[in-house]
């Protein structure tokens, strides 16, 4: 079963509108794989999400990197599913660590958010990942399944669903995982989906890793085989995000 490699630049809280317009620029202009081969999307702040829609060039994609749990309503501060479908946002990013450590996003609430999300026909980049705390003390694999767990307890149909391996010590901090640990990680969590889930979901689900991804380690990554793809953060605001992109014919050859 192949998985078709996917690209995905968080923007996080960054950039002004003329930065914005800067990195739509350089995307614009970049020679890169078709489609077919590579699936490219892209997540600036929610101000920028309909200049970038605007602007962005057809073959990429723009992502929300958070929405409401559910029906929009008296949430103040928020921004609805329905608000992202009625804009023609395909995408959204969901249980980002940031918003589990900072906001305190628990697993129940990601996995409600995810179903909510999928359920009005959004496709959900969920996010998952261990703390180097967890790392040290062995638990990885149990951390990850049972975020996965709280998603796949809500969810029933995994087509719409890219889930990105994100340790959150590799977030920010230029300490990548080496390719062996990622490597082992998306093997057991397609793992824990072949056994929890069903086998087919396991086969198809793509499982992208993200945490200091750069244009100069993201071909070793990618030739592992189950990392069908990144979660990148601070170089997506930079042209190098383009070679991460063009990582994905390590794999189609
Ligand atoms: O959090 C990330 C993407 O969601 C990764 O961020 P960095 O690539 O900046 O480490």
């Not at 950039?15 to 620029?25: A, D, F, L, P, S």
């Not at 009005?120 to 998952?128: F, M, Q, R, T």
């Not at 040290?136 to 709280?150: F, R």
């Not at 990554?221 to 189950?226: E, G, I, M």
Request: glycine share 8%; hydrophobic share 45%; proline share 4%.
């Amino acid at each position: 079963m192949s998985r078709k490699f996917f690209v995905g630049g968080n923007w996080k809280c960054n950039g002004t509108n003329e930065e914005v317009k800067k990195i739509v620029r350089f995307l614009n202009e970049a020679e890169v794989p078709s489609e077919d081969v590579v699936e490219v999307v892209v997540s600036p702040p929610f101000l920028f999400l309909p200049l970038v829609k605007s602007l962005l060039r057809p073959d990429f994609h723009a992502a929300a990197q958070n929405c409401w749990v559910k029906k929009g309503g008296a949430f103040t501060g928020e921004i609805s599913a329905e608000m992202l479908v009625n804009l023609g946002i395909q995408w959204v990013i969901l249980g980002h660590s940031e918003r589990r450590q900072l906001l305190n996003e628990s697993n129940e609430f990601v996995g409600d958010k995810v179903a909510y999300a999928l359920s009005l026909g959004l496709k959900v980049i969920a996010c998952i990942g261990e703390t180097l705390e967890q790392r040290e003390s062995g638990s990885t694999i149990e951390v990850v399944a049972a975020q996965t767990k709280a998603i796949a307890d809500k969810v029933s149909n995994w087509d719409n669903v890219v889930l990105a391996y994100e340790p959150v010590w590799a977030i920010g901090t230029g300490k990548v995982a080496t390719p062996a640990q990622a490597q082992d990680v998306h093997y057991e969590l397609r793992k824990w989906i072949e056994s929890n889930v069903d086998a087919e979901v396991a086969s198809k689900t793509r499982i992208i890793y993200g945490g200091s991804v750069n244009g100069a380690n993201c071909k070793e990554l990618a030739a592992q085989p189950d990392i069908d793809g990144f979660l990148v953060g601070g170089a997506s605001l930079k042209p190098e995000f383009v070679d991460i992109i063009k990582s994905a014919t390590v794999k189609s050859g």
